[in-house]
């Protein structure tokens, strides 16, 4: 099922990069960006990690939470924000069961509301100019 503006999230629950279980119902009451990657360490999924974290100040700024997911692994993610000194969430769904719950192809960027609804949806994304763009929707729905 394709999911639509105005859905309620599917809820999760994945392991993070530090072996710590995150779950979309602990993230109620902030704003959710969850975006979707397909690997760690590709260049357009570096830099797409690098622009969300140099941005994440401000996001939360405005009670938004940044929240990456891919197939890899916890450790892979562990490696990967390492590397990169990046200051993200990222969660693994090496079974892929998140990815399908939210019909997941390619690169796509969820904005999920306080009370846990998708106000808005990339699909397709280009890393270039993406999170400004972000960003940008939160300011205008805050």
Same mark, same amino acid.
């Given at each position: ?56 100040? /401000?996001? #939360?700024? %405005?009670?938004?939470? !940044? ?9 892979? =993610? ?34 999920? /509301?306080? #009370?846990? %609804?998708?106000?808005? !949806? ?9 999170? =400004? ?10």
């Amino acid at each position: 099922m394709t999911l639509t503006i105005e859905d309620q999230a599917p809820e999760f629950m994945l392991q993070d990069q530090n072996d710590d279980t995150v779950s979309l119902l602990d993230l109620r009451g902030k704003w959710v960006v969850l975006y979707f990657y397909p690997e760690d360490g590709s260049p357009g999924c570096t830099q797409e990690a690098i622009d969300f974290s140099v941005a994440k100040e /401000n996001f #939360a700024l %405005k009670n938004a939470i !940044i929240v990456g997911i891919s197939p890899d692994s916890w450790k892979n =993610h562990y490696k990967f924000v390492a590397e990169n000194n990046l200051d993200l969430t990222l969660l693994s769904d090496e079974a892929e069961k998140v990815i399908n719950a939210y019909n997941v192809t390619g690169r796509t960027t969820f904005l999920i /509301n306080p #009370a846990g %609804k998708i106000l808005y !949806i990339w699909k397709n994304v280009k890393v270039k100019g993406h999170v =400004h763009a972000v960003l940008k929707k939160l300011n205008e729905v805050y």
